[in-house]
């Protein structure tokens, strides 16, 4: 084993109930060379066989692993706090339980945050499961600093992170957390930068109706960091994409068509209709069969009537209007 007693950089990373990925997360980082590093992942009280894996990995990894369990389920803002605060390197990487680093990839974080004080990565979906992708699928492509600042592919400088406070716990769920951070890092005159040889697969979830419906709670941590944050709010305005105004218009024609019954009802529901179809194949992954398409676009449908309450529902507790 390389000694790595004093690393450059620290890969910390939150897990909960994903024992299968862990091992691929450590081979991918097993390729890494030209720094030495340190992995920290903390088990955010898990209930399946995590913890296990966790030990033997540590065991066997070629390079200093060290697993934290918490004894109750915080979320992934808290584990992540627990984690790069327990590293010792004066950089941290971030990525997630269901991705797996390229090879170069830290040698790149380090080489970008000799000059900016955090760092985005390019993440694309796994190459060899792209069979799994479906209309309701679900992965992560980013290929350019687009002002999310993902937390499956992030560095920083260690001094960057103490001086923002770390995640921001009061987000409940995994999504936003990670961009508020990188906003109060920026905010606070730090520099970022791109990294497109900084590369990380993330894993394609395949596609599921249940599953799609259930991660949508997730979306009121969009609203939080908006109201955080009104320079990304701007470049946003008021509806997360078009198909959710879409989706309003339609459901707004339709009502329409109940209490005007005639020729003009119906021509208002139908326009409505056809405009959410057309934005909903532009937002919207589709089927293969443009014929499938007329079993898809109700499920959609409900869905985006889903994600709009979800966000209605964030922005009356939060007091910025997300749709």
């Known amino acids: 084993m390389t000694d790595v007693s004093e690393p450059a950089i620290s890969v910390v990373m939150a897990t909960h109930n994903r024992a299968d990925l862990l091992p691929r997360v450590v081979e991918g980082l097993a390729a890494q060379d030209g720094v030495p590093f340190e992995v920290v992942v903390v088990d955010d009280a898990s209930t399946d066989d995590t913890w296990q894996a966790l030990e033997g990995l540590a065991a066997a990894a070629p390079f200093p692993l060290r697993p934290i369990r918490l004894t109750r389920n915080v979320g992934a803002a808290t584990a992540r706090n627990v984690g790069w605060k327990a590293a ?30 955090l760092v985005q990565g390019r993440t694309l979906p796994q190459p060899d499961q792209t069979a799994r992708f479906g209309p ?24 960057a992170l103490v001086d923002a406070g770390g995640f921001d716990e009061s987000f409940r769920y995994p999504y936003g957390e990670d961009c508020d951070l990188a906003w109060r890092v920026k905010d606070g005159g730090g520099s970022s930068t791109f990294a497109t040889d900084a590369l990380v697969y993330h894993e394609v979830w ?13 979306r009121e941590g969009l609203v939080l960091a908006l109201k955080k944050h009104p320079q990304l709010r701007a470049q946003r305005g008021v509806f997360q994409n078009g198909a959710h105004s879409a989706a309003l218009v339609a459901t707004a024609s339709g009502v329409f068509l109940l209490v005007e019954r005639g020729p003009a009802g119906l021509g208002v529901a139908l326009t409505g209709g056809l405009t959410y179809a057309w934005f909903c194949r532009r937002y919207h992954h589709g089927p293969a069969r443009k014929i499938q398409w007329f079993g898809i676009l109700p499920l959609h449908f409900v869905a985006d009537l889903c994600e709009v309450a979800v966000l209605a529902r964030a922005s009356a507790r939060y007091r910025a209007l997300v749709l």
Do not use: Q
Request: charged share 30%; aromatic share 12%; net charge negative.
């Open 206 to 218: 395949p596609s599921d109706y249940r599953s799609h419906l259930r991660d949508k709670k997730r």
């Open 136 to 159: 309701f699928a679900r992965s992560i492509d980013v290929t350019g600093e687009y002002g999310y600042y993902e937390t499956c592919n992030m560095g920083y400088r260690r001094s």
């Open 88 to 117: 010792t390197a004066p950089l941290i990487a971030f990525t997630d339980d269901d991705c797996v680093p390229a090879a170069g990839w830290l040698a790149a974080l380090v080489r970008e945050l000799s000059d900016h004080d």
